[in-house]
Each structure stands twice: as C-alpha cells, then as structure tokens.
C-alpha cells in the first residue's frame, strides 16, 4: 500500500492529480533521485492551494481539496524526517 493511495481513490481529479504527482516525486526520492530541498520543493509546488483555490468557486469542494492538502502535506513531511 503506498503513502497516498487514499487520495488516490479520490472523486476529485485535482486530488488524484496530485497524489500521482507526489506519489512519482516521494518514490523518486526514496530512490535518491531528488534530493531533500528538491523533494520539498516540488511538493510545495504540487501542494500550492492558493494557485489551485483561485479557480473553484465551490467551498465544500474547497474544503475538501484543503483537507486532503493538508494530510498529504503531513505524508511528505513524514517522508523527509525518515
């Protein structure tokens, strides 16, 4: 089971969308290819909500999009303090 198959599973394409992305950029670094403040970096890049919330005008589906950031933002940073 991998660290973001629960968002993997989402119904919102922007969830999945980005737990794809993180879960290509953690392997990636488990596998030595990113670096720690490459890893990071691309994270907060695919984690950026501000970017993202600017075009959905729904704020239940904003909150739900917060909320799964924000686990995932956790993941990752459970990933780098291994």
Same mark, same amino acid.
């Given at each position: 089971?991998?660290?973001? !198959?629960?968002? #993997?599973?989402?119904? &919102?394409?922007?969830?999945? $969308?980005? *737990?794809? #992305? #993180?879960? /290509?950029?953690?392997?990636?670094? %488990?596998?030595?290819?990113?670096? %720690? /403040? ?9 984690? !950026? ?8 005008? &729904?704020?239940?589906? %904003? $909150?739900?999009?917060? !909320? *799964? ?8 940073? *459970?990933?780098?303090? #291994?």
């Amino acid at each position: 089971m991998g660290l973001f !198959d629960q968002f #993997l599973g989402s119904s &919102d394409p922007l969830i999945q $969308q980005a *737990a794809s #992305l #993180l879960n /290509d950029a953690t392997n990636q670094y %488990k596998a030595g290819s990113l670096t %720690k /403040d490459e890893y990071n970096e691309l994270c907060g890049n695919i984690l !950026d909500f501000n970017q993202i919330s600017a075009t959905i005008t &729904d704020m239940s589906r %904003k $909150q739900e999009i917060w !909320d *799964a950031f924000q686990a995932m933002m956790n993941i990752v940073e *459970a990933a780098t303090s #291994l």
